[in-house]
C-alpha cells in the first residue's frame, strides 16, 4: 500500500533510489557515480526537465545555475507556489489604515474644560469668562 517515492542523483542524473517517504531530496551515496550526492523528488526532476526543455517566459531561467533552477523546480513541484511567485516582486500595498489612530489624540475637548475651573480662559475666550457674583 506504501507510496514510493523516486529521487534522482544530480550528479550522473542516472541513478534513481526509492524511498517510502516524500520529502525534497536525499544526500546519500550513489552506487552509480560512486560520489555522495544530492537526490532530488522526481516530481522536481521532472519540473526542472520541463522547464529546461521549455523555459518559462516568466524567468530568466537560462541565467539561473542549475541549483537555483531546482530551487525554484523543488517550490513549484512541492509547495502551492506559482512561477509568479517567482516572477513577479510583490508590491507592498498598505493602505491608509494607520493613520486612524491619530484622530483620537486630537481631541482636546477634554483638556480644555478641566483647565477652565482653575487657571481659566479669560485670555483665550474674554466674551465667555464667568464672571463673579
Ligand atoms: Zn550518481
Given at each position: 500500500m506504501s507510496r514510493t517515492r523516486t ?66 523546480a523543488e517550490r513549484l513541484a512541492r ?55
Amino acid at each position: 500500500m506504501s507510496r514510493t517515492r523516486t529521487y534522482r542523483c544530480l550528479n550522473c542524473l542516472e541513478h534513481t533510489e526509492t524511498r517510502e517517504f516524500d520529502t525534497s531530496h536525499l544526500s546519500v551515496t550513489c552506487p552509480n557515480c560512486e560520489s555522495f550526492e544530492r537526490f532530488v523528488n522526481e516530481a522536481v526532476y521532472q519540473q526542472f526537465r520541463a522547464f529546461e526543455e521549455s523555459p518559462p517566459g516568466e524567468l530568466d531561467w537560462e541565467r539561473l545555475d542549475r541549483t537555483e533552477k531546482l530551487v525554484v523546480a523543488e517550490r513549484l513541484a512541492r509547495s502551492t507556489k506559482t512561477i509568479e511567485d517567482f516572477a513577479v516582486v510583490e508590491s507592498n500595498r498598505d493602505g491608509g489604515e494607520d493613520e486612524d489612530g491619530d484622530e483620537e489624540g486630537n481631541g482636546n475637548g477634554d483638556v480644555d474644560k478641566d483647565e477652565d475651573e482653575s487657571a481659566g480662559g479669560p485670555a483665550e475666550n474674554p466674551a465667555e469668562a464667568p464672571t463673579p457674583e
